[in-house]
T-cell receptor, first 113, second 117 residues
Framework: GESVGLHLPTLSVQEGDNSIINCAYSNSASDYFIWYKQESGKGPQFIIDIRSNMDKRQGQRVTVLLNKTVKHLSLQIAATQPGDSAVYFCAENSGGSNYKLTFGKGTLLTVNP | NAGVTQTPKFQVLKTGQSMTLQCAQDMNHEYMSWYRQDPGMGLRLIHYSVGAGITDQGEVPNGYNVSRSTTEDFPLRLLSAAPSQTSVYFC????????????????FGPGTRLTVT
């Protein structure tokens, strides 16, 4: 079946550095993508989304890039802070007009002070 | 708004016991779903519903039942618990169709940590 996966299961960075978390998706019909952050013991929380008609979208300290040619999604976090330490998931709307999210396995980001 | 609420937060069951995990949302969302999260497996969809009276299976539906009698509630039932169902369960809700140019993330509850011995 269609799936969303991550290249790196863990990422360790120094405080103040930029972080890049990658995600590959396989459903070429997916038209909506979301990045979630999950802190220990909590449910996932929305970070940023992007539609398939866009290549880039920026939020506060975060940027999502979408490359439809190679079916790749990335999340960039600028000036990473200790509070950014969490598991990050990408998700795609694999249901087309019938909304249904498929999640990747997640990347654990650890920020070292 | 309380958002998405789940009860209980923790539960221990013996093999063969049954129980219902409760989920409610107060955002008038059409779409509700249940996921389980296991180490290294990410979030896997168990069942979902696109509206009251409509449910469908996700990726891992075996051993679980759901119903959607109201827009607000979406309980998940384990009829005969097995150790393989030890996991953290998340309920989520969202609008059923993504509005053009709009944002439509799923809102997640705090989770239920279930252990089956």
């Amino acid at each position: 079946g269609e799936s969303v996966g991550l290249h790196l299961p863990t990422l360790s960075v120094q405080e103040g550095d930029n972080s890049i978390i990658n995600c590959a998706y396989s459903n070429s019909a997916s038209d909506y993508f979301i990045w979630y952050k999950q802190e220990s013991g909590k449910g996932p929380q929305f970070i940023i989304d992007i539609r398939s008609n866009m290549d880039k979208r920026q939020g506060q300290r975060v940027t999502v890039l979408l490359n439809k040619t190679v079916k790749h999604l990335s999340l960039q976090i600028a000036a990473t802070q200790p509070g950014d330490s969490a598991v990050y998931f990408c998700a795609e709307n694999s249901g087309g007009s019938n909304y249904k999210l498929t999640f990747g396995k997640g990347t654990l980001l650890t920020v070292n002070p | 708004n309380a958002g998405v609420t789940q009860t209980p937060k923790f539960q221990v069951l013996k093999t063969g016991q049954s129980m219902t995990l409760q989920c409610a949302q107060d955002m008038n969302h059409e779409y509700m779903s249940w996921y389980r999260q296991d180490p290294g497996m990410g979030l896997r969809l168990i069942h979902y519903s696109v509206g009251a009276g409509i449910t469908d299976q996700g990726e891992v539906p075996n051993g679980y039942n759901v119903s959607r009698s109201t827009t607000e509630d979406f309980p998940l039932r384990l009829l005969s618990a097995a150790p393989s169902q030890t996991s953290v369960y998340f309920c989520a809700s969202s609008y059923g169709r993504t509005p053009a140019g709009g944002r439509n993330e799923q809102y997640f509850g705090p989770g239920t940590r279930l252990t089956v011995t």
